[in-house]
Nanobody
């Protein structure tokens, strides 16, 4: 049974940082590209970042490029996103997701999802 569990969310002030983690189990982690997505109240879920199986390829949404850094540790079956210079517009539930094979922006192509972790950025 595949499980993805996010952690690290919380309430922060604008300009501060957070690091989210995603712990994976029940799958051969190094065979899966991983992604972060987010959903703000009243909005559709949107792509944040994705990382290839090896970690050598990363893709970011324009809205987070230069502020967020995605990474993974295949030895620990874990993925992370370091979020710096947070703004209230980053407030959302953040989800990690896994898809077998190559990186992708589309959430419809991901096979497994976590339950999400809330990030709230106050102004």
């Amino acid at each position: 049974q595949v499980q993805l569990v996010e952690s690290g969310g919380g309430l922060v002030q604008a300009g501060n940082s957070l690091r989210l983690s995603c712990a994976a189990s029940g799958l051969t982690f190094e065979n899966y590209a991983m992604g972060w997505f987010r959903q703000a109240p009243g909005k559709e879920r949107e792509f944040v970042a994705t990382i290839s199986t090896s970690g050598r390829t990363t893709i970011y949404a324009d809205s987070v490029k230069g502020r967020f850094t995605i990474s993974r540790d295949n030895a620990k079956n874990a993925m992370y996103v370091q979020m710096n210079s947070l703004t209230p517009e980053d407030t959302a539930v953040y989800y990690c997701a896994a898809r077998r094979g190559i990186v992708a922006r589309s959430d419809r192509t991901y096979d497994y999802w976590g339950q999400g972790t809330q990030v709230t950025v106050s102004s």
